[in-house]
């Protein structure tokens, strides 16, 4: 046994590597040199966020390259590969390589603030060390801002960023305290507010953040318990609401949300038992709905909402097959299609959507190669286009 083991040993010299990475990606593409040995049949990736002890593994089959996904932005993972035979004896393991992906910045972060006349943008990220940062287009020039930190803790997650009655930007962080937090330009100034926990939990993800008739913010996160809360102002305080869980199973991932002809609110979840649901406000009751699976898989990660040209709300799901799906109300009834994957590899995290000068739909996803895809209807039939590697 011990001459097969080093048989089938990688051969000196020989090690794992990177093929492709982002660290604004929840995946890593990773590569190694084949063993010499003929006798060996398949490759096992083990990992863990502690440099030399792998607590998750993945096996990779015959293939020289494989993918991990579901990885946590802000964690140190360490890797190594382990060469196997038939009879189930494996080798000593390959070099160890290490990688940290980091919070990317989301969609729903991104606004645009009409001020004096000009037309701003505004992106919201969170940064490595916690601080929550905009890059923005003051009209001339873009420029980084640093916004600091909530009170009493670090931001974690992406923002969910809206305006409000034309009177301020209001961006909502989760803290890694589990509370919720918001930056706010006020007309003069940017303050920080600590919205306070959920009822009986903590908040975690990120929030889904909305205006609704004009008349409040609309806050959404899912708490640790699997329940959906929303944090909300009614024109002249803040109050917290358990929106409790979706029908027969938790809430998992970060809120999409979206109001949809002025006549309610539509904030959706995957399910842990990987359905889609919503939790939508018809003008007098809330109400949950399950809106099943992505047609011969499940979902995965956070739906991406819009709505386009008043004729339908359409919400963007990755599956666990690494497709990208959409579920659509079409004016009468719901119905899912399947985008497919992007070109040459597979989606992966949440998309995030929106529509551009009312002419298209544009869902962009990472893929578990390192690049940003985009998904769009351009009027007359959807596409695909790799949008490349993020810097």
Same mark, same amino acid.
């Given at each position: 046994m011990?001459?097969?083991?080093?048989? $089938?040993?990688?051969?000196?010299?020989?090690?794992?590597?990177?093929?492709?990475? /982002?660290?604004?990606?929840?995946?890593?593409?990773?590569d190694w040199?084949?063993?010499?040995?003929?006798?060996?049949?398949?490759y096992?990736?083990?990992?863990?966020?502690?440099?030399?002890?792998?607590s998750?593994?993945?096996?990779?089959?015959?293939?020289?390259?494989?993918?991990?996904?579901g990885?946590?932005?802000?964690?140190?993972?360490f890797?190594?590969?382990?060469?196997?035979n038939?009879?189930?004896?494996?080798s000593?393991? /390959?070099? +160890?390589?290490? !990688?940290?992906?980091?919070?990317a910045?989301?969609?729903?972060?991104?606004?645009?603030?009409l001020?004096?006349g000009?037309?701003?943008?505004?992106a !919201?990220?969170?940064?490595?060390?916690?601080?929550?940062?905009?890059?923005?287009?003051?009209?001339?020039?873009?420029?980084?801002?640093?916004?600091?930190?909530p009170p =009493?803790?670090?931001?974690?997650?992406?923002? =969910?960023?809206?305006?409000?009655?034309?009177?301020g $930007?209001?961006? %909502?962080?989760?803290?890694?305290? &589990?509370r919720?937090?918001?930056?706010?330009w006020?007309?003069?100034?940017?303050?920080?507010?600590? +919205?306070?926990?959920?009822?009986g939990?903590?908040?975690?993800?990120?929030?889904?953040? $909305?205006?609704?008739l004009?008349?409040? $913010?609309?806050? %959404?996160?899912?708490?640790?318990?699997?329940?959906?809360?929303?944090?909300?102002?009614?024109?002249s305080?803040?109050q917290?609401?358990d929106?409790?869980?979706p029908?027969?199973?938790?809430?998992?991932? /970060?809120? &999409?949300?979206?109001?949809y002809?002025?006549?309610?609110?539509y904030? %959706?979840?995957?399910?842990?038992?990987?359905?889609?649901?919503v939790?939508?406000?018809? =003008?007098s009751?809330?109400?949950?709905a399950?809106?099943?699976?992505?047609? @011969?898989?499940t979902?995965?990660?956070?739906? &991406?909402?819009?709505?386009?040209l008043?004729g339908?709300?359409? @919400?963007?799901?990755?599956?666990?097959?690494?497709d990208l799906?959409?579920?659509?109300?079409?004016?009468?009834?719901?119905q899912w299609?399947? +985008?497919?994957?992007?070109?040459?590899?597979?989606?992966?995290g949440?998309?995030?959507?929106?529509?551009?000068? @009312?002419?298209?739909?544009?869902?962009?996803?990472t893929?578990?190669?390192?690049?940003?895809?985009?998904?769009?209807?351009?009027?007359?039939?959807?596409?695909?286009?790799?949008?490349?590697?993020v810097?």
């Open positions: 011990a001459d097969l083991l080093r048989y $089938i040993a990688f051969a000196a010299g020989v090690g794992l590597f990177f093929a492709s990475f /982002s660290t604004y990606a929840a995946t890593v593409t990773l040199d084949p063993s010499p040995d003929p006798t060996v049949t398949g096992k990736i083990l990992y863990g966020d502690s440099s030399g002890s792998y998750q593994s993945m096996d990779a089959g015959s293939s020289n390259s494989a993918t991990v996904a990885l946590t932005p802000g964690k140190t993972y890797f190594v590969v382990i060469a196997y038939a009879a189930g004896l494996q000593s393991p /390959s070099n +160890q390589v290490s !990688f940290q992906p980091t919070f910045p989301a969609l729903g972060s991104i606004i645009s603030y001020e004096a000009q037309q701003l943008i505004y !919201f990220v969170t940064d490595a060390n916690g601080h929550l940062d905009v890059y923005y287009w003051n009209g001339s020039a873009w420029q980084w801002s640093d916004q600091g930190v =009493g803790t670090t931001a974690s997650g992406s923002p =969910g960023v809206i305006t409000y009655l034309p009177g $930007i209001y961006a %909502f962080v989760t803290g890694a305290n &589990g919720l937090d918001v930056n706010y006020n007309g003069s100034a940017w303050q920080w507010a600590d +919205q306070g926990v959920p009822p939990t903590t908040a975690s993800g990120s929030p889904g953040v $909305i205006t609704y004009a008349t409040g $913010i609309y806050a %959404f996160v899912t708490g640790a318990n699997g329940h959906l809360d929303v944090n909300y102002w009614n024109g305080a803040w917290w609401a929106q409790g869980a029908p027969g199973t938790t809430a998992s991932g /970060s809120p &999409g949300v979206i109001t002809l002025a006549t309610g609110i904030a %959706f979840v995957t399910g842990a038992n990987g359905h889609l649901y939790n939508y406000w018809n =003008g009751t809330w109400q949950w399950d809106q099943g699976v992505p047609p @011969a898989t979902a995965s990660g956070s739906p &991406g909402i819009i709505t386009y008043e339908g709300i359409y @919400a963007f799901v990755t599956g666990a097959n690494g799906y959409v579920s659509y109300w079409n004016g009468s009834t719901w299609a399947d +985008q497919g994957a992007p070109s040459a590899t597979k989606a992966s949440s998309p995030g959507v929106i529509t551009y000068l @009312a002419t298209g739909i544009y869902a962009f996803v893929g578990a190669n390192g690049h940003l895809h985009v998904n769009y209807w351009g009027g007359s039939a959807w596409q695909w286009a790799d949008q490349g590697l810097p």
